[in-house]
Every structure is written in structure tokens, then in C-alpha cells.
């Protein structure tokens, strides 16, 4: 690598990754995770540097796919530790175990997620998401919005404001 590649890097580095780490900690709720998830999607951009042309949405859409990946995982360990202990969960009628925003946006299916994800955790505007994704506008404006309606109706109408 040059040194003017170098140095791009150096300061791509800099000024991304604080904001990719945080915004890796707001959802995965752990420092040492983010920071992990953070380091692998520079380190997947560092791999593929001269064919980026959006090194900001490659990292955001990497690290997105890898908190998915990480949520994945916690789901397995999850249900693997229920049937060690055969403990059953019963919740009663119309409860939810956790109604947080956040974790509704888990359960989104991806392509409803990934836009939500990009487009108000990373916020990239919908014309860079529509890049890193290959959709076109007008599809993430209508998976944005199915999202938004998804997330209102899992959350009984408590969502007032629609960001």
C-alpha cells in the first residue's frame, strides 16, 4: 500500500470508526463486542480497499450483517441453554418479553432490517443504502415505511412519532 493509501486509511480510520463502534454498542449492548465488530469491518474494507468506492456504507452494511450474525448466535445459545435446562417460558396473553424498539428490529425480516438498521441506527441517507444494497430509492423508501408499520403493530400502536 502507498503511502497516500496509507494515509487515507489512517484517517478513514479515525474519523469512522468511533461512530461505527458506537453505533456497533447501541446494538449489541456490549463494549468489547462492538469494538470486535467494529475492528472486523474495517478489516473486511481493508481487504477489499480498492474496489470500495463507499468505504462509509461498506462498513455500516458489514457491521450490520455481522450484529446479525452476532444476534444469531445469542438466539442459538439461547435456546441451546433451554433445552439443557428443559425450562419452558410461559408468558401470558398478548405479553411481549422485552417491547423495546431495538430488539423489535431483530426480528424484522432482513430485508426490512438492513435499510432500518442503515438508515436510522447508521444514518445513511437512503441514496447510499440504495448503493451498498443494490435497491433501488423507491424500494427502501417502501421497505422503510412497511417497517415502520411492522414495528407499530408489534408494539400495540405505542409508536407516536414516526422518525
Known amino acids: 500500500m502507498s503511502r497516500s493509501r496509507k494515509r487515507a486509511a489512517s484517517e478513514l480510520f479515525a474519523s469512522l470508526y468511533p461512530n461505527l463502534a458506537g453505533w456497533c454498542r447501541r446494538l449489541v449492548d456490549d463494549d468489547e463486542t462492538a469494538h470486535e465488530i467494529a475492528s472486523e469491518a474495517f478489516t473486511r474494507l481493508w481487504a477489499r480497499w480498492t474496489e470500495v468506492e463507499e468505504p462509509r456504507g461498506f462498513l455500516y452494511v458489514t457491521a450490520a450483517n ?8 445469542l438466539e442459538r ?5 433451554l433445552r439443557v435446562t428443559t425450562e419452558v417460558v410461559v408468558s401470558g396473553q ?15 425480516p432482513e430485508r426490512l432490517r438492513t435499510p432500518v438498521l442503515l438508515y436510522y441506527y447508521a444514518d445513511l441517507p437512503i441514496r447510499e443504502i440504495s448503493a451498498v444494497t443494490g435497491r433501488k430509492e423507491g424500494t427502501i423508501r417502501a421497505d422503510l ?6 414495528l407499530r403493530s408489534r408494539l400495540g400502536g405505542h409508536l407516536d412519532h414516526t422518525p
Do not use: C, M, Q, Y
Not at 445459545?77 to 441453554?81: K, Q, S, Y
Not at 398478548?94 to 424484522?108: A, F, I, Q, Y
Not at 415505511?145 to 411492522?150: G, I, V
Open 66 to 73: 455481522l450484529v446479525r450474525d452476532h444476534w444469531r448466535k
Open 77 to 81: 445459545e439461547r435456546r441451546a441453554i
Open 94 to 108: 398478548g405479553e411481549h418479553p422485552d417491547p423495546s424498539v431495538r430488539l423489535l428490529v431483530r426480528t424484522l
Open 145 to 150: 415505511h412497511a417497517a415502520r408499520e411492522l
